[in-house]
């Protein structure tokens, strides 16, 4: 190929490239990409050129390493032409295979396939892969396709062509109109009309001005521009091209980060090439323009993607920006009008030449065309980068392209915008993205990187990193910028630390709006934007801080011993009792356990386990199956029913109303710590929830009853069939102190007509009635509406009771059902049936008596603040479920007759008590559990009870100490062990057949060996801290 | 540290330099080398490994660029160094996706391992250690390279191995 002296030479070699194209060419493409290349594919592109020499098919299928397919997580791609089959992740030992089955033979191997995690199905072709599906590649069109730095492959693919056509047909009015009316707005972050932009510097006199491809992606989280670069730098070449064709530039710059080597390497041969072909430099292709371009690499400062900053940086001077006006088009390099577009603007303006503004327009939203690359990377199971049209929902982008969150965690939020964005929470899952509808919410488009954040990231911690960020960042040259986020800095650090101070937040906001105003810059102007949308957002997190020195992520190292431990609303020293069950230490175990939590039976068997969510172990295969060990240890030890300490005795001081987990804890803490305490129950049984809730085959009353006949061995007195009419009235009999625990046993009503027929009975009610041996009536077809722990607990009581069927009504879909995954698995294999999407609307009866229930079918309409989807009626669903009892699971009430005028209360949720003691608005009593939460976790009313303990005993002149936790198992998993995949343990059950007609204990316990083997997974953090924090204090001493 | 002096240096190296971007000792040929400061610092880091200060000295006199516009740029850019590099770089992103999952754990376990912070050099002059503010590998978090190799999808251990196994090699 030589010059291309003319616009018909380049069209004819063009037409001729084009048309030798074969589509049935057999061709391997490799990606090679950044992502690829690190996971290995320059030795699988070098495994298969081995091999189709060997076979002597080397002339018929070629092998050609493309620009980055974008699915970096699942690196080496390999795509397979023409049938264009997928294989992720290759290894040199698939080649073989590959070449015989697939390039030669046409068959698909089944085990290389992808798997998406969302159905488990196998999916052979790439374009069936959900992870491209769903995207519309415009811009990265070409990148799964072409040798970067071949030009005649992206000449054959229409490359060039809007050049030649925007230099031979249109005049640079024409085509600034074209760009502009398309609605292109810039993708550096501010979104300003490239189109108009170029219309400034096209009017600013001056006969020399200069073109600048901003490809200085210093935003922590974007990696698109090095992707476009790296992929199809002739793209972004022809961008350019025609960008200074329309301003009038003859010089043009590309600004690329130095830390990105393969996108300068690329471009650097691109440029070459093109120039060769006479596509750059003096009167390109005949048409008498001139225009040539260089490239600059950036010396690593992230304040030079600022365009004045980025211009000194040009000029040789320390990368500061200085103020605007003059804008970079009338003044910029070396005081020429100048204009500066980042990488993936310039990647789109071929298109909008060659397809028209019609076509550009007809993508995207009202005020924003086009498509948007995203890098998707975090704690997302498909990173990688995404195009998609603008006005495309998080969601899609997180769940249905992404692939969720692993290991199921709850999403959080989503950085966008890097340091300068903001955290878009959940309830925003369902807005229609675009440059103006993320303003609103506080944060920006930014250059698109796009940071997923699960329940396990801290939000606080995020929010001192991008402050770290922009702090080290700051180019020092005013004062608001450098001084204000170093004070911001400083605050947020010791919120992390743990000695973040009342007030702390409100410092920090007058401080980000002060930089946010006064800084010269873009950088400092959107510095304060990460912590000002957390706090807007996560207002709560920065308090528990501060005020609780919790982190709920157990995240902030300073605060956090060991996630588990710290996510334990009781604070259970977990790595130190399950590090003693591995050396089968079993009463040793158990002791631990007691120290801060006396429910092991009960917590064994119901707990929701907030520590199995923080496992760190999850990051190697699975986490500890944690609950199931407290069992073992408890239902296992040889001596344990012995009281802790020796029974408090003295005079009773403090009252408790109420047995449940929250009452009975607090009286078993003051015991350790020497107060006796009187509890008083309504009923005639102790426990609360737990006996008259809970069935037994999920907690039998012999292991509740172990737990309770333990606290009660340390000197608490229990009165049953004790009803506490007026809390007031136990602060005159003398007692000094009183702790509410009388928990939420009030179901929510419906509110529909029928609700007062026979046959509809509320699911606490129920449940009571049941444990309480009343007079029960179970119905032969039951019809259970909620979808909460109660309502499947519900359900398979009314099972076991004899139900011969039975039936959830659930409003949502399963996936949002608040009840334990597990208990509902264990309810649809016990024949439970399940109906999502369904809602109540009357319930219908004969004689007085419930015969059925009509129904609206519903589906997910917008996230609500939880970010759990919204059911919305669907119109002339209407249906009827038949059915002779209706059992209302829908949520709980506090139970507060006995305050009346009392404490206060907020009357639809419960008590109101400070967070970290339980004190109520009245002096002396403390108050924790369900009627504060309105229905809470077992464990989180057990924590409730020990926080008012340590009230209760301070306030009476004790110290507030439990018994010091000490560390006695130093056991760790050997080296080789941390590296194995061991999969999680899981308790055996009762078959279901045995399950009917009875309430025997479904799950039975672990075995010794599984335990001691389950218990050796621990990664056992605690000690890695103590190691971390001996090595440090090592290092100071030798200072 | 002695200070050290020009002659220690090959400073035709620098000359070559200085030539490639076209500086000549003519000053009346419009040529702004000054303004060509960070592509002219970039390659004498590239030609002498790192700046080495009597060179700058000397290009200083040589062009007419005061040293203290040079220090100013220098300082003020992260990839310039005064100071010998080790013969092995280990960047640690510091990038957003790698801090979300976890790429703390993998800065301590490379410290540690070396015993260098941010910035430093062993003293058998081995191994130079960088923080990067990102390095655009974010599918891979945590990332970590040496010199220009990629490795993703760190764990703690794992970044440990890699770099005990550069140490065995050059051992």
């Keep these: 190929m030589g010059r291309f002296v003319s616009v018909k030479a380049f069209l004819d070699h063009q037409q001729q490239l084009s048309a030798t194209l074969d589509p049935n060419a057999k061709i391997i493409t490799i990606c090679g990409g950044t992502g690829c290349t690190a996971f290995g594919s320059p030795n699988v592109r070098k495994a298969f050129e081995t091999e189709l020499e060997k076979r002597g098919v080397a002339t018929d299928v070629s092998v050609k390493v493309t620009g980055c397919h974008g699915f970096c997580e699942k690196g080496p791609v390999v795509v397979i032409l023409p049938s264009k089959v997928f294989y992720p992740n290759v290894q040199v030992e698939d080649v073989p295979r590959i070449v015989e089955k697939t390039v030669i033979n046409n068959e698909v191997i089944d085990e290389l396939l992808y798997v998406d995690p969302a159905t488990k199905q196998k999916i052979a072709y790439d374009h069936e892969v959900p992870f491209y599906a769903k995207q519309t590649r415009l811009v990265f069109r070409l990148n799964g396709l072409l040798d970067p730095i071949d030009l005649d492959d992206y000449i054959a693919h229409d490359g060039y062509l809007a050049a030649v056509k925007a230099l031979s047909e249109m005049t640079p009015d024409q085509v600034i109109d074209e760009v502009r009316d398309a609605g292109l707005r810039g993708r550096g972050g501010a979104g300003f009309p490239a189109g108009v932009k170029w219309g400034f510097c096209r009017k600013a006199p001056g006969d020399e001005k200069y073109l600048v491809c901003n490809a200085d992606e210093g935003d922590p989280g974007a990696f698109m521009d090095r992707s476009v670069l790296e992929g199809t730098p002739h793209a972004v070449i022809e961008g350019m091209i025609i960008a200074a064709y329309a301003i009038g530039a003859s010089h043009g710059i590309v600004y690329v980060r130095a830390e990105y080597p393969l996108a300068v390497c690329n471009t650097r041969v691109a440029l070459e090439q093109a120039r060769d072909a006479g596509l750059l430099g003096k009167n390109i292709v005949g048409t008498g323009f001139d225009f040539d371009i260089e490239i600059r690499e950036g010396a690593g400062a992230f304040v030079c993607g600022e365009e004045t900053a980025l211009i000194a940086s040009l000029e040789g001077?320390?990368?500061?920006?200085?103020?605007?006006?003059?804008?970079?088009?009338?003044?910029?390099?070396?005081?020429?009008?100048?204009?500066?577009?980042?990488?993936?603007?310039?990647?789109?303006?071929?298109?909008?030449?060659?397809?028209?503004?019609?076509?550009?327009?007809?993508?995207?939203?009202?005020?924003?065309?086009?498509?948007?690359?995203?890098?998707?990377?975090?704690?997302?199971?498909?990173?990688?980068?995404?195009?998609?049209?603008?006005?495309?929902?998080?969601?899609?982008?997180?769940?249905?392209?992404?692939?969720?969150?692993?290991?199921?965690?709850?999403?959080?939020?989503?950085?966008?915008?890097?340091?300068?964005?903001?955290?878009?929470?959940?309830?925003?899952?369902?807005?229609?993205?675009?440059?103006?509808?993320?303003?609103?919410?506080?944060?920006?488009?930014?250059?698109?990187?796009?940071?997923?954040?699960?329940?396990?990231?801290?939000?606080?911690?995020?929010?001192?990193?991008?402050?770290?960020?922009?702090?080290?960042?700051?180019?020092?040259?005013?004062?608001?910028?450098?001084?204000?986020?170093?004070?911001?800095?400083?605050?947020?650090?010791?919120?992390?630390?743990?000695?973040?101070?009342?007030?702390?937040?409100?410092?920090?906001?007058?401080?980000?709006?002060?930089?946010?105003?006064?800084?010269?810059?873009?950088?400092?102007?959107?510095?304060?934007?990460?912590?000002?949308?957390?706090?807007?957002?996560?207002?709560?997190?920065?308090?528990?801080?501060?005020?609780?020195?919790?982190?709920?992520?157990?995240?902030?190292?300073?605060?956090?011993?060991?996630?588990?431990?710290?996510?334990?609303?009781?604070?259970?020293?977990?790595?130190?009792?399950?590090?003693?069950?591995?050396?089968?230490?079993?009463?040793?175990?158990?002791?631990?356990?007691?120290?801060?939590?006396?429910?092991?039976?009960?917590?064994?068997?119901?707990?929701?386990?907030?520590?199995?969510?923080?496992?760190?172990?999850?990051?190697?295969?699975?986490?500890?199956?944690?609950?199931?060990?407290?069992?073992?240890?408890?239902?296992?030890?040889?001596?344990?029913?012995?009281?802790?300490?020796?029974p408090a005795s003295g005079k009773k001081e403090v009252a408790i109303v109420g047995s449940g987990p929250a009452g009975l804890s607090c009286a078993y803490f003051?015991?350790?710590?020497?107060?006796?305490?009187?509890?008083?129950?309504?009923?005639?049984?102790?426990?609360?929830?737990?006996?008259?809730?809970?069935?037994?085959?999920?907690?039998?009353?012999?292991?509740?009853?172990?737990?309770?006949?333990?606290?009660?061995?340390?000197?608490?007195?229990?009165?049953?069939?004790?009803?506490?009419?007026?809390?007031?009235?136990?602060?005159?009999?003398?007692?000094?102190?009183?702790?509410?625990?009388?928990?939420?046993?009030?179901?929510?009503?419906?509110?529909?007509?029928?609700?007062?027929?026979?046959?509809?009975?509320?699911?606490?009610?129920?449940?009571?009635?049941?444990?309480?041996?009343?007079?029960?009536?179970?119905?032969?077809?039951?019809?259970?509406?909620?979808?909460?722990?109660?309502?499947?607990?519900?359900?398979?009581?009314?099972?076991?009771?004899?139900?011969?069927?039975?039936?959830?009504?659930?409003?949502?879909?399963?996936?949002?059902?608040?009840?334990?995954?597990?208990?509902?698995?264990?309810?649809?294999?016990?024949?439970?049936?399940?109906?999502?999407?369904?809602?109540?609307?009357?319930?219908?009866?004969?004689?007085?008596?419930?015969?059925?229930?009509?129904?609206?079918?519903?589906?997910?309409?917008?996230?609500?603040?939880?970010?759990?989807?919204?059911?919305?009626?669907?119109?002339?669903?209407?249906?009827?479920?038949?059915?002779?009892?209706?059992?209302?699971?829908?949520?709980?009430?506090?139970?507060?007759?006995?305050?009346?005028?009392?404490?206060?209360?907020?009357?639809?949720?419960?008590?109101?008590?400070?967070?970290?003691?339980?004190?109520?608005?009245?002096?002396?009593?403390?108050?924790?559990?369900?009627?504060?939460?309105?229905?809470?976790?077992?464990?989180?009313?057990?924590?409730?009870?020990?926080?008012?303990?340590?009230?209760?005993?301070?306030?009476?002149?004790?110290?507030?100490?439990?018994?010091?936790?000490?560390?006695?198992?130093?056991?760790?998993?050997?080296?080789?062990?941390?590296?194995?995949?061991?999969?999680?343990?899981?308790?055996?059950?009762?078959?279901?057949?045995?399950?009917?007609?009875?309430?025997?204990?479904?799950?039975?316990?672990?075995?010794?060996?599984?335990?001691?083997?389950?218990?050796?997974?621990?990664?056992?953090?605690?000690?890695?801290?103590?190691?971390?924090?001996?090595?440090?204090?090592?290092?100071?001493?030798?200072? | 540290m002695a200070a050290a002096s020009e002659t220690e240096f090959d400073l035709s190296v620098a000359e070559g330099v200085l030539a490639r971007l076209g500086w000549t000792d003519r000053r009346d040929d419009g040529r702004d080398i000054a303004g060509q400061l960070i592509p002219l610092l970039q390659q004498l880091q590239d030609a002498y490994g790192y700046l080495p200060p009597p060179v700058l000295t000397w290009v200083s006199r040589r062009t007419g660029i005061p040293t203290s516009r040079m220090y100013g740029v220098i300082t003020f850019y992260s990839q310039f160094y005064t100071e010998p590099h080790g013969k092995h770089t280990i960047r640690c992103c510091r990038g957003t996706a790698c801090h979300v999952r976890g790429g703390k754990k993998i800065i301590n376990a490379v410290t540690s391992t070396l015993g260098v912070e941010d910035g430093e050099t062993t003293e058998d002059m081995l191994f130079s250690l960088e923080m990067v503010a990102c390095l655009g590998a974010c599918a891979l978090s945590p990332v970590m390279v040496v010199d220009n190799t990629y490795y993703g999808k760190m764990t703690a251990r794992r970044a440990e191995q890699v770099v005990q196994q550069f140490v065995q090699e050059e051992a």
């Design chain 1, 317 to 646: 001077k320390r990368g500061m920006p200085r103020a605007r006006p003059p804008f970079p088009a009338n003044e910029g390099y070396r005081g020429k009008p100048t204009n500066i577009n980042n990488v993936e603007t310039l990647a789109n303006v071929p298109l909008i030449i060659l397809k028209g503004k019609e076509w550009y327009q007809s993508i995207g939203t009202e005020g924003s065309k086009g498509t948007k690359i995203f890098a998707l990377a975090g704690k997302v199971n498909n990173t990688g980068l995404v195009e998609v049209p603008m006005g495309t929902t998080l969601r899609e982008i997180v769940f249905d392209i992404g692939g969720g969150i692993p290991k199921n965690r709850k999403f959080k939020a989503a950085q966008m915008g890097g340091p300068s964005g903001g955290c878009v929470p959940a309830q925003f899952l369902d807005l229609a993205i675009d440059y103006d509808s993320v303003q609103q919410i506080g944060a920006i488009m930014g250059s698109g990187g796009l940071i997923v954040m699960d329940e396990n990231t801290c939000i606080v911690d995020i929010a001192r990193f991008f402050i770290e960020f922009v702090q080290k960042e700051s180019c020092g040259k005013c004062v608001p910028c450098r001084v204000g986020t170093r004070h911001m800095l400083d605050i947020l650090t010791r919120i992390c630390d743990g000695d973040g101070r009342v007030g702390d937040i409100e410092q920090l906001e007058e401080l980000a709006r002060m930089v946010k105003s006064a800084s010269l810059c873009g950088l400092g102007q959107t510095a304060p934007n990460p912590v000002l949308s957390t706090i807007r957002y996560f207002r709560n997190e920065y308090e528990e801080h501060i005020r609780e020195k919790w982190c709920r992520a157990s995240v902030c190292e300073a605060l956090v011993e060991a996630p588990c431990a710290h996510a334990c609303p009781a604070g259970v020293n977990v790595p130190q009792y399950v590090g003693l069950i591995a050396e089968n230490r079993l009463e040793e175990a158990v002791n631990v356990i007691r120290r801060r939590n006396p429910f092991i039976s009960v917590c064994g068997r119901v707990c929701d386990a907030p520590c199995e969510r923080r496992c760190r172990r999850a990051d190697v295969d699975e986490p500890l199956a944690i609950r199931a060990l407290k069992r073992y240890a408890m239902d296992n030890a040889a001596d344990v029913a012995g009281p802790l300490v020796p």
């Design chain 1, 670 to 1039: 003051l015991a350790l710590m020497g107060r006796p305490s009187v509890v008083f129950e309504t009923l005639s049984i102790p426990g609360g929830m737990l006996s008259v809730g809970i069935p037994e085959y999920r907690l039998p009353k012999q292991s509740l009853q172990a737990d309770i006949d333990y606290i009660v061995s340390h000197g608490v007195e229990l009165r049953t069939n004790a009803c506490v009419e007026n809390v007031a009235a136990l602060r005159k009999e003398g007692y000094k102190a009183v702790f509410i625990g009388t928990g939420a046993h009030h179901g929510r009503a419906l509110r529909i007509e029928g609700e007062d027929l026979d046959g509809v009975v509320d699911s606490l009610v129920f449940l009571r009635s049941r444990a309480l041996g009343e007079p029960l009536r179970c119905g032969k077809r039951v019809a259970v509406i909620g979808g909460g722990n109660a309502a499947v607990d519900t359900a398979r009581s009314a099972l076991r009771l004899g139900a011969e069927s039975v039936l959830i009504l659930y409003r949502r879909t399963r996936e949002e059902m608040p009840a334990y995954e597990e208990e509902i698995e264990e309810a649809l294999r016990e024949g439970i049936e399940l109906h999502e999407l369904v809602a109540p609307k009357r319930i219908i009866g004969a004689d007085g008596r419930v015969t059925g229930i009509e129904m609206v079918r519903m589906r997910l309409g917008d996230a609500d603040e939880s970010g759990r989807r919204r059911p919305v009626p669907i119109e002339g669903s209407k249906f009827v479920v038949e059915c002779d009892m209706v059992v209302p699971a829908i949520g709980q009430r506090a139970s507060t007759e006995a305050l009346a005028g009392t404490v206060k209360l907020i009357p639809s949720s419960g008590i109101v008590v400070d967070k970290a003691t339980g004190a109520t608005s009245m002096e002396g009593v403390f108050a924790g559990g369900d009627c504060v939460s309105g229905g809470e976790t077992v464990v989180a009313a057990i924590g409730a009870g020990q926080k008012a303990a340590v009230a209760i005993d301070r306030m009476l002149g004790g110290s507030g100490m439990l018994p010091a936790d000490v560390q006695i198992s130093m056991r760790r998993p050997s080296e080789d062990d941390l590296e194995k995949i061991l999969p999680r343990v899981e308790e055996p059950m009762l078959a279901v057949e045995q399950r009917r007609g009875s309430f025997a204990e479904v799950l039975c316990g672990l075995t010794p060996g599984a335990a001691c083997a389950e218990a050796g997974r621990c990664l056992r953090c605690d000690l890695e801290r103590l190691e971390s924090l001996a090595a440090r204090e090592k290092v100071t001493e030798n200072e």
